[in-house]
């Protein structure tokens, strides 16, 4: 069992960077793939990026390729997501969530384990 928390959410001006970060101190990420999904107001979540953390593949939707990164953790065994060049439409709750597996699939459905989330809004 996982129990996933989120940190590192806040306000930004657009252009600006930000890091997001996933934890959990009680396990180990071997043999998971971790994701950040988002949610903005009014819209259903999306997948946001991926990695699978035995490899270090990572995977990006379409509209945060080249801006943001995904990496890996292994002193603190988290998950970071570097987003950079903030865009207003990147305003939402982020989540991180878990799966076992090599997968990187983008299907929420197939994560198991999720965070509370944090908030992330990017001021125009």
């Known amino acids: 069992q996982l129990s996933l928390v989120e940190s590192g959410g806040g306000s930004v001006q657009a252009g600006k960077s930000l890091r997001i970060s996933c934890a959990d101190p009680?396990?180990?990420?071997?043999?998971?793939?971790v994701g950040w999904f988002r949610q903005a107001p009014g819209k259903e979540r999306e997948f946001v990026a991926a990695?699978?953390?035995?490899?270090?593949?990572?995977r990006y939707t379409d509209s945060v390729q080249g801006r943001f990164v995904i990496s890996r953790d292994n002193v603190r065994n988290a998950v970071h997501l570097q987003m950079s060049n903030l865009k207003p439409e990147d305003t939402a709750v982020y989540y991180c969530?878990?799966?076992?597996?090599?997968?990187?699939?983008?299907?929420?459905?197939?994560?198991?384990?999720w965070g509370q989330g944090t908030q992330v809004i990017v001021s125009s």
């Open positions: 009680d396990s180990r990420f071997a043999d998971y793939v």
């Open positions: 990695i699978r953390w035995n490899t270090d593949e990572a």
């Open positions: 969530g878990a799966r076992v597996g090599s997968v990187l699939t983008r299907n929420e459905a197939m994560y198991g384990f």
